[in-house]
């Protein structure tokens, strides 16, 4: 099928799987939808849970392999929606529905750039489709889970909105959840230690922290205290107030690093909840990068998280839409985007599988 054709079996299969209610581990419908795909074009395939994936018909274990990834579950519309989000429909060249930018657009770009170079012999790597589940949620049954059954991946392509720019860095995630104590009391009675009063000085030495090493690409680690509670009354003191401080992490800091510095010296009790979501990079002179860069294409460093955050090896972040319209009410991406896509998806590959 010639590349216009797969095109629009891609936009197709968007609308589809814009219409099945998918939401983070609820995606086996959309799932049943890839497979389709994958059958009509006599695809071998395999489905763990709800990840669907697929390797070239060339595979050969010598040649290192390559990821090709995006997600096809999606979070909760939003209140301020003004059209119906499982109701895809185009106006003024916009696709809408709910997971259409973040990140339908992308899959299905990927799908159709894997099913290209399926059947292509003398590649320079192997190639891996992985649709994937759970990513908007982090859960245990998304991309992470698929690391234990595939071969060694060798270099990633993570498809989420960067209007076909290229994220070679991507901050990591550490939350902390802070305490800050006091004495607890009544409220007539005299308290030089109240934990309400004692966190003001607190907040201001996380708002004015600084971690010392800036990222050339991703800049200083973000330090944001997000969540504060305290109290069940008015007429009591807490013994404690309760805060959840959300730090994204450059490449410069392991998520251990900063986990350690700021239990040394928060003036607080701080504890991660977890210490997976590391961030991410590939080198600006890997192969993939430079053919992404002969095309015109920017490179630049992302603030969000994906699931770049679950793999090992260098990995680039790359897809059409944009990351402002993720998560917005009335999602959108523009036809002429995934048109793009696929064919920008299709020049970076050749300009890297080729070699």
Same mark, same amino acid.
């Given at each position: 099928?010639?590349?216009?054709?797969?095109?629009?079996?891609?936009?197709?299969?968007?609308?589809?799987?814009?219409? !099945?209610?998918?939401?983070?581990?609820?995606?086996? &419908?959309?799932?049943?939808?890839?497979?389709?795909?994958?059958?009509?074009?006599?695809?071998?395939?395999?489905?763990?849970? @709800?990840?669907?994936?697929?390797?070239?018909?060339?595979?050969?274990?010598?040649? =290192?392999?390559?990821?090709? @990834?995006?997600?096809?579950?999606?979070?909760?519309?939003?209140?301020?929606?003004?059209?119906?989000?499982?109701?895809?429909?185009?106006?003024?060249? &916009?696709?809408?529905?709910?997971?259409?930018?973040?990140?339908?657009?992308?899959?299905?770009?990927?799908?159709?750039?894997?099913?290209?170079?399926?059947?292509?012999?003398?590649?320079?790597?192997? !190639?891996?489709?992985?649709?994937?589940?759970?990513?908007?949620?982090?859960?245990?049954?998304?991309?992470?889970?698929?690391?234990?059954?595939?071969? &060694?991946?060798?270099?990633?392509?993570?498809?989420?909105?960067?209007?076909?720019?290229?994220?070679?860095?991507?901050?990591?995630?550490?939350?902390?959840?802070?305490?800050?104590?006091?004495?607890?009391?009544?409220?007539?009675?005299?308290?030089?230690?109240?934990?309400?009063?004692?966190?003001?000085?607190?907040?201001?030495?996380?708002?004015?922290? &600084?971690? =010392?090493?800036?990222?050339?690409?991703?800049?200083?680690?973000?330090?944001?205290?997000?969540? !504060?509670?305290?109290?069940?009354?008015?007429?009591?003191?807490?013994?404690?107030?309760?805060?959840?401080?959300?730090?994204?992490?450059?490449?410069?800091?392991?998520?251990?690093?900063?986990?350690?510095?700021?239990?040394?010296?928060?003036?607080?009790?701080?504890?991660?909840?977890?210490?997976?979501?590391?961030?991410?990079?590939?080198?600006?002179?890997?192969?993939?990068?430079?053919?992404?860069?002969?095309?015109?294409?920017?490179?630049?460093?992302?603030?969000?998280?994906?699931?770049?955050?679950?793999?090992?090896?260098?990995?680039?972040?790359?897809?059409?839409?944009?990351?402002?319209?993720?998560?917005?009410?009335?999602?959108?991406?523009?036809?002429?985007?995934?048109?793009?896509?696929?064919?920008?998806?299709?020049? !970076?590959?050749?300009?890297?599988?080729?070699?």
């Amino acid at each position: 099928m010639d590349q216009q054709k797969l095109t629009e079996k891609a936009i197709e299969l968007l609308q589809k799987l814009i219409s !099945i209610q998918s939401f983070s581990s609820e995606e086996d &419908k959309t799932a049943d939808a890839i497979e389709a795909w994958f059958t009509h074009f006599d695809i071998p395939f395999k489905r763990e849970k @709800n990840n669907v994936y697929a390797f070239n018909k060339y595979y050969d274990e010598s040649k =290192p392999l390559l990821l090709l @990834n995006s997600h096809h579950d999606t979070v909760k519309p939003n209140s301020a929606y003004t059209k119906d989000p499982f109701h895809p429909h185009i106006e003024d060249g &916009k696709l809408f529905g709910l997971g259409s930018n973040d990140a339908g657009g992308c899959l299905v770009s990927l799908i159709a750039t894997f099913t290209h170079f399926y059947a292509q012999e003398n590649l320079s790597h192997n !190639i891996v489709l992985v649709a994937s589940a759970e990513e908007e949620s982090s859960g245990p049954n998304g991309l992470n889970s698929m690391l234990l059954i595939l071969p &060694k991946i060798d270099v990633a392509i993570v498809g989420e909105p960067t209007l076909m720019n290229l994220a070679i860095a991507e901050k990591g995630l550490v939350v902390f959840e802070g305490k800050v104590s006091g004495t607890p009391s009544h409220a007539a009675h005299p308290n030089d230690n109240n934990a309400i009063y004692n966190t003001i000085e607190v907040l201001q030495w996380f708002k004015d922290y &600084k971690f =010392p090493k800036v990222s050339e690409v991703l800049g200083e680690v973000k330090l944001t205290v997000t969540q !504060i509670s305290a109290g069940n009354q008015h007429n009591v003191v807490p013994g404690h107030v309760d805060l959840v401080i959300d730090v994204r992490v450059n490449d410069c800091y392991s998520n251990k690093e900063i986990a350690d510095i700021l239990t040394a010296e928060a003036p607080c009790e701080v504890k991660p909840r977890s210490l997976r979501l590391n961030s991410s990079s590939i080198n600006k002179e890997h192969p993939l990068v430079k053919s992404g860069l002969a095309l015109g294409r920017s490179s630049y460093g992302s603030p969000t998280l994906s699931d770049q955050a679950a793999l090992y090896c260098q990995s680039l972040k790359l897809g059409p839409g944009d990351s402002t319209r993720s998560h917005s009410a009335d999602e959108f991406i523009y036809v002429a985007e995934i048109e793009e896509g696929i064919d920008l998806y299709i020049q !970076i590959l050749q300009g890297f599988l080729k070699q």
